[in-house]
């Protein structure tokens, strides 16, 4: 081997160790910002219950529609079968959806409600038959019949709808939104068009 060659073979290994370091230090610096895009990156949830017929979306602060009206399906269904048996129950599930706003009031109306049925001697169930979605306003009506039942009387139905606003944060659905109407003229009657008053 000449000394020509030693030089030519030198260099060229030098020079390509410069190339693979420049080549390694550019690599770690893509690994580092894909791992700080990681670690900041707002993760989405993607659930397929068995409720919901469909994949539905959750992210931290923001879900599908799908995702909103079953939550607000499980809370009318809860609101609309209020007994003086389950009522503890109720409060305990529905109190850590409610908004801070709704918490106090919603327990309010569900106690007038309890000693209403009490006194009445009367058992109440909500049949949902339709659930809308209105994004305007980001939230959902259930519409439905509401069958009042009292010892010695017969049955009485009535319509009755919930709207019902759900938002999420991280990732928990809270619901600050809460009304109840027999019918949108009465809600309309009532001047309450965006108040956040519960009437369950």
Excluded at 26 to 54: F, H, K, S, W
Excluded at 74 to 94: D, K, Y
Excluded at 123 to 130: G, H, K, L, M
């Amino acid at each position: 081997m000449t000394l020509t060659r030693f030089r030519q073979t030198w260099q060229s290994l030098v020079a390509e160790n410069r190339f693979h370091r420049g080549l390694l230090l550019g690599l770690l610096v893509t690994n580092l910002l894909t791992l700080m895009a990681l670690l900041q990156a707002e993760r989405t949830v993607v659930l397929v219950p068995p409720i919901l017929e469909q994949q539905v979306n959750v992210a931290r602060e923001a879900a599908s529609q799908e995702v909103k009206e079953a939550w607000g399906l499980f809370v009318t269904e809860l609101l609309g079968n209020v007994t003086p048996t389950n009522a503890p129950f109720l409060h305990q599930t529905l109190e850590p959806l409610l908004s801070p706003g709704l918490r106090r009031e919603v327990a309010q109306v569900l106690e007038a409600q309890v000693a209403e049925l009490r006194r009445d001697r009367v058992s109440v169930r909500f049949s949902p038959e339709t659930i809308q979605f209105d994004p305007a306003t980001d939230r959902v009506r259930v519409s439905g019949k509401q069958v009042v039942t009292g010892p010695g009387a017969d049955p009485v139905t009535r319509p009755r709808s919930y709207e019902i606003g759900v938002m999420f944060r991280n990732y928990r659905p809270v619901i600050t939104y809460l009304d109840a109407y027999a019918d949108p003229r009465e809600r309309q009657g009532r001047g309450r068009e965006d108040s956040g008053e519960p009437r369950p």
